[in-house]
């Protein structure tokens, strides 16, 4: 016959060492398991966010200081095309290619400029993209009068996105010198994984930049997603963390107490 435990039966042989390294154990898996579950809280939110606006008509502003955006806003702008001011984010890789995402300065018709993300070019590691680069597939669409940027006016339509809040992250460079007022960039100078609150461009709206629509005549190939990783996902990591929390938990138990002699003495004693 098994007899029940009680827990004042349970004894532990165990000493400070022991309890400090699986006390450790134990409180990083819950922390980064409660780490992604607020994780999948906010792409959860993000998601509705998109579907949200997704429904909604793009904001036609006369200017953007009439805006107050929001993550996912839909919005249309008229202004022109900076060409000769382009940014380029590096290691985007589609479909195993290699290559670089466009940012391009758009002068909206008060002045003020907001980085807009045309989509994806082809590259090379080793060799940098350039403004020219990006013109002849502007031409190739018969967009541009390269002689004078500011005459081609046009309408664009995207969505505000936020940058990312990645400061350990230096992967976008300047692909050529500013064009105006002498500005400088270090070539290792991150726009999109942090808050760009000093841009070297003139007017331009910093805390925000823009995913082109890819419906627009100017989108170049876009591989827009809500976020890299589905709520799902994170929430599937939650479970793997707090599963290992629970692990290390009963491994302490079963090492560190009496709780497995008793088992064994008591399951040999009923199959005796």
Request: negative net charge; proline residues 6%.
């Amino acid at each position: 016959m098994i007899h029940s435990l009680h827990l004042d039966q349970i004894k532990f042989n165990t000493n400070f060492a022991s309890v400090a390294v699986f006390s450790v154990f134990v409180v990083l898996f819950l922390i980064l398991g409660i780490w992604q579950i607020n994780r999948a809280i906010e792409k959860q939110h993000l998601e509705n966010q998109f579907q949200k606006f997704d429904m909604l008509s793009p904001d036609h502003p006369y200017s953007l200081k009439e805006l107050s955006p929001t993550e996912f806003q839909s919005v249309s702008l008229d202004g022109y095309f900076d060409f000769e001011s382009a940014w380029f984010l590096k290691n985007q890789v589609i479909r195993g290619e290699y290559g670089y995402d466009a940012l391009v300065p758009f002068v909206t018709r008060d002045k003020i400029s907001v980085l807009v993300n045309l989509g994806w070019i082809t590259g090379h590691p080793s060799r940098n993209p350039s403004t020219e680069q990006l013109l002849a597939l502007m031409n190739q669409k018969g967009l541009l009068n390269t002689s004078n940027f500011s005459v081609n006016r046009t309408t664009i339509e995207g969505k505000f996105r936020a940058p990312l809040n990645l400061p350990f992250v230096d992967n976008l460079y300047a692909g050529e010198p500013m064009a105006t007022d002498s500005y400088t960039i270090s070539p290792t100078t991150s726009i999109l994984e942090i808050t760009p609150t000093s841009f070297p461009y003139q007017n331009l709206l910093s805390n925000w930049y823009i995913q082109i629509s890819p419906q627009d005549s100017h989108a170049l190939r876009t591989h827009w997603q809500v976020s890299n990783m589905p709520p799902s996902k994170h929430i599937g990591y939650a479970i793997q963390w707090f599963a290992m929390a629970i692990t290390v938990f009963i491994a302490f138990t079963l090492t560190q107490s009496n709780f497995s002699q008793w088992w064994h003495n008591e399951f040999h004693g009923h199959f005796r």
